[in-house]
């Protein structure tokens, strides 16, 4: 029985034990099995957190795609930099591209104290060189040689560079009051937030650069055309499609070749696209073609654009229309010119008024010894109406070069256009129709009536002229004009109100290049012997020397218009006309000088057959000492203004010293040194332009004689 129990005892030992490891085994099985769950527990809150940072990511690059403000972007992006690494406070920096500065752009739960601290990062500052370096930094604050006086609780630090093409352009500064440090996971995804950011701050930067460049282009007076690297047109700026009246639809895609004229050189052009391409840029005068049609010249700067690399990526061209300054310049040239032939006419009006003087006189003098009956007279009496119409001549080339001065009052153009239009239909062909239309209830100018009278009938004459053999529609207009600054720069006269005359034919109208020379003494279209050219030269100068401007529209057989812009005065009542007076004589003694000793010898016998006492002088030194020796002894010094020695100016300023009250008369053939206004101002009574008839000598000397209280002018 014992031995019974011993057996069973020994087998429930044998069971106990047995049982116990069992249950050991259990429970190390239970142990490794809860680790194992653990484990896999673990690995799926790592993966789910994975997950959740990769679809943070992703958001924040769908997010950032559909924005294009600079400082939501950089929000967004640090709220999800916080996000991803769990640390409590951040700030997203922008470097400076001049001082190397780094900027806080964005912040998130810093204090103002400690953002005010950490605003800025200069590069003298210690923390700079680490803020900006390459790499990223994960560290305890307290790891760092920075200051430890901050006043928000900092443990944890996170720095990360923002880079573009090798260069820090900013960086992603994160901190935690925590001591964990950031696992892998988060640290990679935290480094993707930095470079999304930095191309988030790059993409919207060069967005915002391109918004200024196209607001800068739109806002531009010169035209902007954007090319590819193949010359096709990409962008139009708003003073372009003005220019060209193109518009980006229309031209996109296209050469811009297609701006260039048919007729224009392409070697020019083509010329102009290497020399850019191979040195960068080029600049030159070119002529283009707008969308109608119409031809334009442009100041040009083509400029190459290239990429970091050097690569041509496209070009940018800078057109400026220089058409209004070509025409102001082709205005200069032409004034300039004309001005020119004015001088040389001036210059030798003197020498050939003095011929004429010489002629006349003596011829005058000649008809006197003959009844007019002979034939003798009548010889004479061709020989002094050819000289007249010479000195007609002398006078118009004058009127144009503006070398004359005519007394200008107030006067009416109506009734002088009225006048024209009555000759005009008693005197031109019935097979042109004549019309005339008044737009002005103010016409008054100031004016010489007979240049007024000149310039009229010289332009309807001209109009006549060009339908003659067609018969046509000749139309004169007088309505108000109103000069602007622009129109002033065009017409080259003061802003204001005129004006405007306008004659108008149907005729055979002109080219461009017979406008240009329309205005030069001597310029005619018509055949030999059937104009002496003077006409419309001699309009050019009166309207000149009224202070006003003339412009000329035509086309080949389009007729021809011709605008004259005349300054409006105010309206005075007429002078009374004087009345013809018979030939004038006298007894007192005339002094005579003159440099040319026929000119003296022919004055001296018309004035003394007057019946005054007479003493010539070639000499003005001579006629000085003559008159210093006995002042009283003349009534009337007449003088030559261009002589040697000394001229007329000076010789009566010392006769005027000497006998303040000798009464002068001063002769010219012409002169820009001396106008009847001049004259008067220096107390001379009298002002005559050479040659003079006898009867015109006569007048002028018994009037100045006989004191008038002004100046007298013959010319």
Request: aromatic share 4%; glycine share 8%.
């Amino acid at each position: 029985m014992t031995e019974l129990i011993d057996e069973l005892s020994a087998e429930l030992q044998k069971t106990n034990a047995a049982l116990e490891t069992e249950i050991a085994k259990r429970k190390q099985a239970e142990d490794e099995l809860r680790k194992a769950y653990a484990a896999l527990q673990n690995q799926t809150e790592e993966r789910k957190r994975e997950n959740d940072l990769i679809k943070a990511g992703k958001k924040l690059a769908a997010d950032l795609s559909r924005i294009s403000d600079l400082s939501r972007a950089l929000g967004l992006c640090l709220d999800t930099a916080l996000q991803v690494s769990s640390m409590t406070m951040g700030g997203v920096y922008l470097a400076d591209k001049r001082s190397g500065h780094l900027r806080l752009a964005a912040h998130r739960n810093m204090s103002d104290t400690f953002r005010a601290i950490v605003s800025r990062y200069v590069p003298e500052k210690a923390s700079s060189p680490l803020v900006a370096r390459h790499e990223p930094v994960y560290c305890l604050y307290g790891d760092l040689s920075l200051p430890d006086n901050i006043p928000d609780a900092i443990q944890r630090v996170a720095l990360l560079p923002l880079i573009h093409e090798g260069k820090v352009i900013g960086s992603l500064n994160l901190a935690s009051s925590g001591a964990d440090d950031l696992p892998l996971s988060a640290r990679v995804t935290l480094e993707t937030v930095a470079v999304q950011t930095g191309c988030a701050i790059v993409r919207i930067q060069a967005e915002e650069e391109r918004k200024r460049l196209v607001a800068v282009m739109e806002h531009s007076a010169e035209a902007v055309i954007l090319l590819d690297a193949s010359w096709r047109i990409e962008y139009l700026n708003h003073a372009c499609i003005s220019m060209t009246g193109y518009s980006n639809e229309e031209l996109a895609g296209e050469d811009v070749a297609i701006l260039r004229p048919e007729e224009t050189d392409a070697k020019v052009y083509q010329a102009a696209r290497d020399q850019t391409r191979t040195t960068g840029a080029w600049s030159g005068r070119l002529i283009q073609r707008k969308k109608d049609g119409t031809l334009f010249s442009v100041d040009a700067l083509d400029s190459r654009i290239q990429d970091s690399d050097g690569n041509i990526t496209g070009y940018i061209l800078l057109w400026r229309d220089i058409s209004e300054v070509e025409h102001l310049e082709e205005q200069l040239r032409q004034s300039q010119k004309m001005e020119a032939i004015g001088t040389l006419a001036g210059g030798i009006a003197h020498d050939f008024n003095n011929v004429l003087a010489i002629v006349m006189g003596n011829a005058e003098l000649m008809m006197d010894g003959f009844p007019e009956e002979a034939k003798e007279y009548r010889y004479l009496d061709q020989i002094l109406r050819a000289s007249m119409r010479g000195r007609d001549l002398v006078r118009q080339i004058l009127t144009f070069s503006r070398k004359t001065e005519g007394g200008r009052k107030p006067l009416f153009l109506a009734p002088l256009l009225h006048e024209t239009y009555q000759l005009l239909r008693a005197s031109i062909s019935a097979a042109i129709d004549i019309s005339l239309t008044i737009r002005t209830r103010s016409d008054a100018v100031l004016g010489n009536q007979t240049q007024i009278e000149q310039l009229l009938i010289n332009l309807c004459t001209n109009a006549a002229d060009a339908m003659r053999d067609t018969g046509g529609c000749l139309e004169m207009s007088l309505e108000d004009a109103v000069i602007g600054k622009r129109d002033r720069l065009k017409l080259g006269i003061k802003p204001g109100k005129f004006l405007a005359l306008k004659v108008t034919d149907t005729g055979q109208g002109m080219d461009e290049e017979v406008q240009k020379r329309i205005f030069e003494p001597f310029f005619s279209t018509k055949g030999l012997g059937q104009g002496t050219g003077m006409g419309l030269a001699v309009v050019y100068g009166i309207v000149k020397a009224h202070d006003g401007a003339i412009t000329v529209s035509s086309a080949p057989g389009a007729g021809s218009t011709f605008t004259v812009y005349l300054p409006k005065a105010a309206p005075v009542a007429d002078a009374e006309t004087e009345e013809a007076k018979s030939l004038p004589r006298g007894k007192e003694t005339i002094l005579l000088i003159d440099d040319e000793r026929p000119i003296v010898d022919a004055a001296d016998r018309m004035i003394s057959s007057l019946g005054y006492k007479v003493i010539g002088k070639v000499d003005s030194l001579e006629a000085l000492r003559v008159f210093s020796e006995n002042p009283a002894a003349f009534d009337l010094v007449i003088t030559d203004q261009a002589m040697p020695k000394m001229t007329g100016l000076v010789l009566t300023a010392k006769i005027k010293t000497m006998r303040p009250d000798i009464p002068v008369i001063l002769c010219t053939g012409y002169s820009d040194v001396i106008s009847p206004e001049k004259a008067e101002s220096l107390g001379i009574e009298g002002y005559v332009m050479k040659p003079l008839l006898k009867r015109e000598l006569a007048e002028v000397v018994r009037r100045v004689l006989d004191g008038t209280g002004k100046t007298e002018r013959v010319s």
